[in-house]
């Protein structure tokens, strides 16, 4: 099992360049979520997802998107980057409470 | 408006003793309580969690302590090894599976 799995690990974007950042599980979870981590703000929720079709918004969902067309998969989209998304990225993956995390992306935007 | 608090950034414990960290939520709808622990370039992994129906819950050297009244919950580990020097994060469980996370803690055991 190579659990959640999140790429790129690093990567530099211009402000209004968009990306996608890539998250993958191969356990089966129903429900995965992003989050972005900012100092002295702790993990913070962007969207989630309770299974493949559905997707919602989390407490900061603003400039970006989301989709989930498999169980597996869950990208999260930067629209127009912005030096605000400078921050570290965790997607998640679970059954229940307990929440599985990948390695994160850190993004910075210049 | 911060529904879940970690008030100390930072703690420093001598290898031996006791690591206590504390955590205070403001939402009496929280209704599961877990810790993680994260290291520097990883992700955070799972410590130990408790319902909010228990006041305890216990894992080898880890201890979770919750308060309702207080709205407190407390993680203890005994004894504490240099290993366990990382970032403890408290989260909330609200509605399933959305976290509501403190702003984290840095623990350092000094050997």
């Known amino acids: 099992n190579a659990g959640v799995t999140q790429t790129p690990k690093f990567q530099v974007l211009k402000t209004g360049q968009s990306m996608t950042l890539q998250c993958a599980q191969d356990?089966?979870?129903?429900?995965m979520s992003w989050y972005r981590q900012d100092p002295g703000m702790g993990l913070r929720l962007i969207h989630y997802s309770v299974g493949a079709g559905i997707t919602d918004q989390g407490e900061v969902p603003n400039g970006y998107n989301v989709s989930r067309s498999t169980t597996e998969d869950f990208p999260l989209r930067l629209l127009s980057a912005a030096p605000s998304q400078t921050s570290v990225y965790f997607c998640?993956?679970?059954?229940?409470?307990?929440?599985?995390f990948g390695p994160g992306t850190r993004l910075t935007v210049t | 408006d911060q529904q879940v608090k970690q008030n100390s950034p930072s703690l420093s414990v001598q290898e031996g003793r006791i690591s206590i960290l504390n955590c205070d939520y403001t939402n009496s709808m929280f209704d599961y309580f877990l810790w993680y622990k994260k290291y520097p370039a990883e992700g955070p992994t799972f410590l130990i969690s408790?319902?909010?129906?228990?006041d305890k819950n216990e894992d080898g050297r880890f201890t979770v302590f919750l308060n309702k009244s207080a709205k407190h919950l407390s993680l203890h580990i005994v004894p504490s090894q240099p290993g366990d020097s990382a970032v403890y994060f408290c989260?909330?469980?609200?509605?399933?599976?959305?976290?509501?996370f403190g702003a984290g803690t840095i623990l350092r055991v000094k050997s």
């Open positions: 998640a993956s679970s059954t229940d409470y307990e929440q599985y």
């Open positions: 408790i319902s909010s129906i228990k």
């Open positions: 989260a909330a469980a609200l509605y399933g599976n959305k976290l509501v």
């Open positions: 356990m089966n979870h129903e429900y």
